[in-house]
């Protein structure tokens, strides 16, 4: 614990940047009609995949309707 407590006040902005975009982009997900790519594999994109799965889904995944 030691080791990590130096980086913890550049750890909690990137944690709650990642909280926030990750929820947002599952909400965008859940109320979005169509999308490109079935909802369930953008679900574990944008879980699993930390800052980039988000950022992925917002530029390729939603399908304008």
């Known amino acids: 614990m030691e080791t990590i407590k130096p ?3 550049f750890l909690i902005p ?10 947002f ?5 859940i109320r979005r009609e169509k999308t490109k ?8 994109i944008i ?5 980039i799965g988000p950022v992925v889904y917002l ?6 309707s």
């Open 7 to 9: 980086y913890i006040p």
């Open 14 to 23: 990137v944690i709650i940047l990642q909280l926030g975009l990750m929820i």
């Open 25 to 29: 982009c599952l909400v965008d997900l």
């Open 37 to 44: 790519g079935p909802k369930a594999l953008w679900a574990v």
């Open 47 to 51: 879980v699993l995949v930390n800052i």
């Open 59 to 64: 530029v390729v995944g939603r399908e304008e």
